[in-house]
């Protein structure tokens, strides 16, 4: 079992910056791909970031202005983003797994709780 828990969400202005960040605890962080995803209103659960042996994917849409980052001493995964626009809007959650495909959400076993980012135009 992993327990995953996001922090930092929080109301920007366009062109802004967060870093969010989520602290796991359980099971060996190390072993695990982690992953950041996103959920508007009105919309399906979209993936943001994933980090996982040695590698780091990116949604075209962030790509560029996020950054995404693991302290696996400290078991934690964070993600920075830079350069924030409106349809960044979302809430947005971590994500533990172990498969390898880590832009589909069903294959992930633990997710957080999320954490609201606004940002307003």
């Known amino acids: 079992q992993v327990q995953l828990v996001e922090s930092g969400g929080r109301l920007v202005q366009a062109g802004g910056s967060l870093r969010l960040s989520c602290a796991a605890s359980g099971r060996t962080f190390s072993n695990y791909y982690m992953g950041w995803f996103r959920q508007a209103p009105g919309k399906e659960r979209e993936f943001v970031s994933a980090?996982?042996?040695?590698?780091?994917y990116y949604a075209d849409s962030v790509k560029g202005r996020f950054t995404i980052s693991r302290d696996n001493p400290k078991n934690t995964v964070s993600l920075q983003m830079n350069n924030l626009k409106p349809e960044d809007t979302a809430v947005y959650y971590c994500a533990a797994g172990t498969s390898s495909v880590y832009w589909n959400s069903a294959t992930y076993d633990y997710w957080g709780q999320g954490t609201q980012v606004t940002v307003s135009s």
């Open positions: 980090i996982g042996w040695g590698r780091t």
